[in-house]
Structure formats: C-alpha cells, structure tokens
C-alpha cells in the first residue's frame, strides 16, 4: 500500500506526461486531464498487482493508454464528437479572421498532419518520435509485436509523405 506522500510523488512526477500521452489520443485537455486522474486511480487500486517488472512509469504509460481507449469506444466519447463538431462549427462562423490567422500559426503544418493520422499510426509516431522511446519499447507498451510497431511507423511516414507534399516532406526529413 502506497501512503499519500508516495501518491502524491508519483502523481507530481508522472501527472504531465501522462497528460501529453493522454491528449494526443482524445485531443481535448478537460478529457485528457480527466482520463489522467482516471489512470492514477485505477493505478493506486491495482497497486498490490503491480509486480515491478517494468518500471511505474511504462506501467502508469500502460493504464492511460488503455483508458484512452476505453474513452475512444465509449457512448459518451462518440456523443461528445458530435456535439463538439456543432459547436465548432457555429464558432466558426462567428471567428473573426485574425483569430482564424492566429490559429493556423500556432499549429504547426507537421504536428496537425500528424493528429490527423488514425490513432494506430499516431501513437506509434508520437511514442517514437516524440517521446523517443525505442521500437522495442513502443512494441511493449502498446502490447504489439516489434514488426507490427516498424510496419506502422513506415505507413504512417508514407501517410505523412502523401499529406505534406513531396517538397515539404524534404524540408522536414533533414531537421
């Protein structure tokens, strides 16, 4: 059993990249932030069959992606979709156009490509690139097979071509 002081460490260590993790699978930081909380719980619950085989933070890594999940295929996930679309929509007609402006710049062209890529390929870029974990361990926490993680980083890569254009795609693979 954890006592606070220990639970509070963890969540202080461990509460910001989880809710990276988290965001870039449900893309909306209230959810994100709740899915983290949801994560920590499930993990102070099941902290007695944590048998320290990997370390808390590719466990903890573990617990927020299959929440994530869970959240994706959830009936509460899919009418939220469609009512955050509506909303967008009407806030889109009453944006102005340098608030439009101001948007587009502060999203860069690679990283929206990027969230746009099926959930599949976008976690096994962001583990990989952004979180520079090894394909090994990409393949460990997402419960697949090495070849299965080098196979959708290549797609995704080929997906990413395809969307930024050839010229831009050179730009970007010599940074």
Request: hydrophobic content about 40%; aromatic content about 12%.
């Given at each position: 059993?954890?006592?606070?002081?220990?639970?509070?460490?963890?969540?202080?260590?461990?509460?910001?990249?989880?809710?990276?993790i988290?965001?870039?699978?449900?893309?909306?930081?209230?959810?994100?932030?709740?899915?983290?909380?949801?994560?920590?719980?499930?993990?102070?619950?099941?902290?007695?069959?944590?048998?320290?085989?990997?370390?808390?933070?590719?466990?903890?890594?573990?617990?927020?992606?299959?929440?994530?999940?869970?959240?994706?295929?959830?009936?509460?996930?899919?009418?939220?979709?469609?009512?955050?679309?509506?909303?967008?929509?009407?806030?889109?007609?009453?944006?102005?156009?340098?608030?439009?402006?101001?948007?587009?710049?502060?999203?860069?062209?690679?990283?929206?490509?990027?969230?746009?890529?099926?959930?599949?390929?976008?976690?096994?870029?962001?583990?990989?690139?952004?979180?520079?974990?090894?394909?090994?361990?990409?393949?460990?926490?997402?419960g697949?097979?090495?070849?299965?993680?080098?196979?959708?980083?290549?797609?995704?890569?080929?997906?990413?071509?395809?969307?930024?254009?050839?010229?831009?795609?050179?730009v970007?693979?010599?940074?």
């Amino acid at each position: 059993m954890l006592s606070n002081r220990e639970m509070n460490e963890l969540m202080d260590t461990y509460s910001g990249y989880l809710l990276q993790i988290s965001y870039t699978y449900v893309k909306n930081w209230a959810t994100a932030e709740d899915l983290v909380q949801e994560s920590f719980i499930k993990f102070f619950k099941s902290y007695g069959q944590f048998r320290e085989e990997a370390a808390v933070k590719t466990y903890l890594t573990r617990i927020a992606i299959n929440t994530c999940h869970d959240y994706l295929r959830s009936w509460k996930n899919k009418t939220q979709i469609f009512s955050n679309l509506l909303i967008k929509k009407e806030a889109d007609r009453q944006k102005g156009i340098e608030a439009r402006l101001i948007a587009s710049i502060e999203q860069t062209e690679l990283t929206k490509h990027v969230m746009q890529l099926p959930i599949i390929y976008r976690e096994v870029i962001l583990l990989f690139y952004y979180e520079e974990y090894t394909g090994v361990a990409v393949a460990e926490l997402l419960g697949l097979s090495e070849n299965t993680v080098k196979t959708r980083l290549r797609r995704a890569r080929a997906m990413l071509k395809e969307r930024l254009g050839e010229m831009e795609w050179e730009v970007l693979s010599h940074e």
